[in-house]
């Protein structure tokens, strides 16, 4: 089984500006699959981005990347220039199998 | 496409009765899976089924707790005699194949369980 912490249960981020979530994991396997997922009080799980384990670079989707350290088994998410839609809560993840583990979450707050 | 439907939205059961959740994966996806997400945590995996067949049910409770994938018609979570710890959002996902990475894994918004 793999586990994932997520350390900070409530972040706030001014407007426009940058915020980082932290994660790390643990996992015996070599090959993995890491994710941060966003979930509004609509409840919706929505995917905000993936990395494969075995890729070097650090994926990047518009206003969000990830900062990947395989050596720490660290995966921190960057939200750049921070919108008031990016407020809700986001869950780090990883893959297991068919299976994910989710950290406790974030509850972020983005202040007008 | 519809994405992946779970209803009811919000399921109200007295202790004692049984609860049915439905979810009907996205178009062309065979592999579904239920997760619980209890109130503060993070979604745990419950169970991974295919069509008539459970292929991963560790994270499934021991007692009162079931579900299916037949070959026609939603998959079902069913909670036999319901206590107030079952008091949780349960979230369906589905996915159109098996294997690394999983592509295409697709969540649902979640049925809200409360047992009164």
């Known amino acids: 089984a793999q586990t994932v912490t997520q350390s900070q249960p409530e972040m706030s981020v001014q407007e426009a500006e940058t915020v980082t979530l932290s994660c790390t994991y643990d996992?015996?396997?070599?090959?993995?699959?890491l994710f941060w997922y966003k979930q509004p009080p609509s409840r919706q799980m929505i995917l905000v981005i993936r990395q494969e384990a075995y890729k070097q670079q650090n994926a990047t989707e518009n206003r969000f990347s990830v900062n990947f350290q395989k050596a720490a088994k660290s995966f921190s998410l960057k939200i750049s220039d921070s919108q008031l839609g990016d407020a809700a809560m986001y869950f780090c993840?990883?893959?297991?199998?068919?299976?994910?583990?989710f950290g406790t979450g974030t509850s972020l707050t983005v202040i007008p | 496409n519809a994405g992946v439907m779970q209803n009811p939205r919000h399921l109200v059961r007295r202790r004692g009765q049984e609860a049915r959740l439905r979810c009907s994966p996205m178009?062309?996806?065979?592999?579904v899976y239920w997760y619980r997400q209890l109130p503060e945590e993070g979604l745990k995996f419950m169970v991974y089924l295919q069509k008539e067949n459970i292929i991963d049910e560790s994270g499934m409770p021991k007692e009162r707790f079931s579900a299916e994938f037949p070959k026609e018609g939603p998959s079902i979570l069913r909670i036999q005699q319901v206590v107030r710890g079952d008091s949780a959002a349960y979230f369906c996902?589905?996915?159109?194949?098996?294997?690394?990475?999983?592509?295409?894994?697709?969540f649902g918004s979640g049925t809200r369980l409360t047992v009164v």
């Open positions: 178009k062309g996806h065979s592999h």
């Open positions: 996992t015996s396997e070599s090959d993995y699959y």
């Open positions: 996902a589905s996915s159109p194949t098996q294997g690394r990475g999983v592509y295409g894994y697709t």
């Open positions: 993840a990883s893959l297991d199998g068919n299976q994910f583990y």
